[in-house]
C-alpha cells in the first residue's frame, strides 16, 4: 500500500464505474449521492488520518482520482448534508461510511465500538487479478440441474476428512472429503447460504448469538471473512474465488443466496453504516406520509430502493461482479417479491447480456401486502414452490392432501408454471429448506422447539405439516424408528421422480437434526453443522441411487409438460394415471377421498429411446398390491426395501411397501 502523505490532493477522475478502482497508475474514487452537499474521502492508517474533498460531482457522482495509490489503500467515506429524518435525510458526516460497491472490509463490525463514529466499516482497495487458468462455467441445463443447499460453514465445520484448518471456510467446501461427497450423492449445484459481507444483529450481539444464516447483508460485492481459512496469506477473495475454481472442475455450478430486499441497516433506530448516511432518500422505500420511517417488505426493517435508477444499477452491478470476476452460475433471490415492487428490476435482468446466461432463482414472496407471487417471475426464472412442498409434506405426513394434489405436484405444478410458455423447470421443487425443520425433524417432532433461540418459543412457523410418527423427539421404538425410516425415503423419493428442479437440503440425506428447532438462524454450533460422525449411511445411499435414477431415466426430468397424450399415432401416451386395480384412473377416483395409492406410468421421451417408467406410491400403513399394465417389469427402486435398488422381476402384479414408493422400468 503506497504512502498518502498530508499534501496529497484528489485528480478529478472520472464518475464511472462506481467504487474505487486501481488501473496500476492510482485509483479512481466514484460514490452516487444525489443529495449529499459535500464528499469527503478518508484514507485510513488506524485513525482517519487523511481527509481528501472529493473535488467534482457529475450527474450526482462525487469523484476523484488518487495518482499512486495502489491495491491494500483503506478508505472510507465521509457524506455531508442535513440531518433531517422529517424530510428523510441521514447525513452525519462524523462517520465514517462503507463504499457500497467496497470489494473488501478490513475488519470485523463490532457493536461494542459502533456509537463511536471514528469507528465505522472501512474497506480496502483491491486487485482483481486471479489465475483462473481454463475455468469455464459448467452450464449445466436445467433440466439436469439437482440443487444442494448448503451453508459454507455448516458443511465442512465437523467434516473429518477435511484438515482442521480448512474446516468451515471456503477452502473446507472444496475440499477433496466434501467433492467425494458430492460426486456420491449427484448433485450438480451447489446454492449457498449467503456469503455476501454481514454483520450480526445488535441484539444477538447482545445475547452472545450470531445471524448464523447471513441474510442480513452490509456490502453486496464482498465475500463474507467469517469463512475464509487464509492458508498461506491467501486473500478472502482469492480463497472464494479458488473454491469455484476447484468445483467447476468437479462438474458443479455454484449458485448464491442473495439478500437485495433490504440492508444491515435495519429501521430508524438503526445504525449508520453506509447506505443510511450516504443517500438514505436513494437508497431505501420511505413511505411517503412519513418519510422519518422506512418501508418494510422485508420484515427486517427497511426495503432497497429499486425504483431508483442508481439504486437499481447498484443491484445489476453487483450481480454481474459475481458473474464476471468471481465466476458464480446463478442466485437465489431472497424475498424476490420485494425487488419487483415498482421497479424495472425484471426488465433489466431480461435483457443484461451477461446475466441472461446464469441461473436465476425466485424466492417468490416477501412480507408486504400482496407479497404472494408464486408463479408469477418470467420465462427463464426458476421460483421456490412453497405448494410443492406443503402439498406433498400434507400427502405424507398429515393425509391433507390427496392423490389429486399430489399428481398435480408430481407433474410439475402446471396451474402455476406453464402460463407464458415456461417449462416445468421453473419450479424449484424442495421437501426442506435451511428455514424449518430438518427433514429427520419433520418425522420426529410435531412441534416447533425453538426456545435455545431466546425468545420464548415464539419464533419460527407454527405450521409445519409434520408429524413425530408418535413420539416426539428421539425414539427407540422400533415401530417409530421404521415410521420415520420409510417416510424420509418416500419424502425423498417423490421429490426426485417429480417434473421440475429437484432441491436437497444439505444434511438431510445424513439425517441431520436439529432437536426440533425450525428456525435455526441463530445457532452457530454443532446444532447446525452437519454431523458427519452420526451420519445415516444407508439413507445416504438412498439419495444417491434416487439420483442416479433420475440421471438414468429422461422421463423424470422433462424439458416439456406431460399432457397425456401419445406422441406419435401408435404410441403410448406420455403419463398414464395407474390405479392399483390395474386400470387407468378416471375422474371419480381423483374425487375419492378414500385413494392412498396410486402409480404412474411414464413413456420414454421421444429422443431417448429409452424404457416406460412405472412409478408406484403407498402411503397406506399395510402394503398394496398394484395390477401392472402388460409386459414384464423389472424392479428398480423399492423405497421401503431392505435393498432398495434390487433387481426384482415383476408381471402382473406387484406388491408396494407400507409408506413406500416403486419404480418399475419395462423390459
Aim: glycine share 10%.
Amino acid at each position: 500500500m503506497a504512502a498518502v502523505t498530508a499534501a496529497a490532493r484528489l485528480a478529478a477522475g472520472r464518475p464511472w464505474p462506481l467504487g474505487a478502482h486501481w488501473d496500476g497508475a492510482g485509483v479512481n474514487f466514484a460514490l452516487f449521492s444525489a443529495h449529499a452537499e459535500r464528499v469527503e474521502l478518508c484514507i485510513v492508517d488506524g485513525e482517519c488520518s487523511h481527509t481528501l474533498p472529493m473535488p467534482e460531482c457529475t450527474d450526482h457522482v462525487w469523484h476523484g482520482y488518487l495518482p499512486g495509490a495502489t491495491p491494500g489503500l483503506r478508505y472510507a467515506y465521509r457524506v455531508h448534508g442535513a440531518n433531517a429524518p422529517e424530510k428523510g435525510q441521514r447525513f452525519d458526516a462524523r462517520r465514517l461510511l462503507l463504499d457500497p460497491y467496497a470489494r473488501e472490509v478490513v475488519d470485523r463490525f463490532s457493536w461494542a465500538t459502533s456509537d463511536d463514529p471514528r469507528n465505522g466499516v472501512v474497506a480496502s482497495v483491491v486487485d482483481n487479478e486471479f489465475p483462473w487458468g481454463g475455468d469455464a462455467p459448467p452450464a449445466i441445463p436445467w433440466a439436469d440441474t439437482v440443487l444442494y443447499e448448503i451453508h459454507v460453514k455448516g458443511a465442512s465445520r465437523q467434516h473429518p476428512g477435511v484438515p482442521e484448518a480448512l474446516r468451515g471456510t471456503y477452502a473446507g467446501l472444496a475440499a477433496p472429503a466434501m467433492l467425494d461427497h458430492y460426486r456420491r450423492l449427484g448433485v450438480t449445484a451447489l446454492s449457498l447460504l449467503p456469503i455476501h459481507y454481514f454483520i450480526d444483529e445488535q441484539r444477538l450481539a447482545g445475547q452472545g448469538r450470531v445471524n448464523y444464516w447471513g441474510y442480513n447483508t452490509l456490502g453486496y460485492f464482498i465475500p463474507e471473512a467469517r469463512y475464509a481459512a487464509r492458508i498461506g496469506g491467501q486473500s478472502v477473495i482469492d480463497e472464494f474465488k479458488t473454491m469455484v475454481r476447484t468445483l467447476h472442475a468437479a462438474g458443479l455450478e455454484v449458485i448464491l443466496d442473495v439478500v437485495y430486499n433490504h440492508t444491515a441497516e435495519t429501521d430508524e433506530w438503526g445504525p449508520t453504516l453506509s447506505f443510511k448516511g450516504i443517500d438514505n432518500q436513494s437508497y431505501y422505500r420511505l413511505p411517503a406520509d412519513n418519510p422519518a420511517a422506512y418501508e418494510n417488505f422485508s420484515g427486517c426493517g427497511n426495503t432497497l430502493n429499486l425504483a431508483q435508477p442508481r439504486v437499481l444499477q447498484l443491484v445489476m452491478d453487483s450481480l454481474r461482479y459475481w458473474v464476471e470476476a468471481m465466476h458464480v452460475d446463478g442466485f437465489r433471490f431472497d424475498l424476490a417479491a420485494a425487488l419487483i415492487r415498482d421497479s424495472a428490476f425484471l426488465a433489466a435482468l431480461r435483457q443484461d447480456p451477461v446475466l441472461q446466461k446464469v441461473k436465476l432463482i425466485a424466492e417468490p414472496w416477501d412480507v408486504g401486502p400482496y407479497g404472494y407471487r408464486l408463479g408469477q417471475f418470467l420465462p427463464g426464472w426458476g421460483e421456490w414452490n412453497d405448494r410443492y412442498r406443503d402439498d406433498v409434506r400434507a400427502f405424507w405426513l398429515s393425509r391433507d392432501a390427496g392423490a389429486g394434489q399430489l399428481a398435480q405436484r408430481l407433474a410439475g405444478s402446471s396451474e402455476l408454471f406453464k402460463a407464458g410458455g415456461r417449462a416445468p423447470q421453473a419450479g424449484v421443487n424442495y421437501i426442506t429448506a435451511h428455514d424449518g425443520f430438518t427433514l429427520r425433524d419433520l418425522v420426529s417432532y410435531q412441534s416447533k422447539h425453538n426456545e435455545l433461540n431466546g425468545e420464548n418459543n415464539r419464533d419460527g412457523h407454527g405450521h409445519n405439516i409434520s408429524w413425530n410418527c408418535g413420539e416426539e423427539g428421539d425414539s427407540v421404538n422400533p415401530e417409530v424408528i421404521d415410521r420415520r425410516r420409510r417416510l424420509q425415503r418416500a419424502l425423498l423419493a417423490t421429490l426426485l421422480i417429480s417434473q421440475g428442479v429437484p432441491m436437497l437440503q444439505a444434511g438431510d440425506e445424513l439425517g441431520r437434526t436439529q432437536n426440533g428447532n425450525n428456525n435455526a438462524y441463530c445457532q452457530d454450533s454443532a446444532m447446525t453443522w452437519i454431523d458427519w460422525s452420526g451420519a445415516d449411511a444407508e439413507l445416504t445411499d438412498f439419495v444417491a441411487g434416487m439420483i442416479g435414477l433420475r440421471r438414468q431415466f429422461p422421463q423424470l426430468r422433462r424439458r416439456h409438460w406431460l399432457t397425456g397424450q401419445a406422441a406419435t399415432a401408435d404410441g403410448p401416451p406420455d403419463a398414464l394415471w395407474w390405479h392399483p386395480a390395474g386400470r387407468p384412473m378416471v375422474d371419480a377416483d381423483w374425487q375419492s377421498n378414500t385413494l392412498d395409492a396410486f402409480g404412474l406410468r411414464l413413456a420414454p421421451t421421444a429422443d431417448d429411446g429409452g424404457r416406460a417408467l412405472l412409478c408406484l406410491i403407498n402411503r397406506d400403513d399395510k402394503p398394496v398390491t398394484f395390477l401392472l399394465p402388460d409386459g414384464a417389469w423389472q424392479q428398480v427402486c423399492d423405497s421401503g426395501g431392505d435393498t432398495p435398488f434390487a433387481t426384482i422381476w415383476r408381471e402382473k402384479s406387484s406388491p408396494v411397501t407400507a409408506r413406500g414408493i416403486q419404480l418399475l422400468a419395462l423390459s
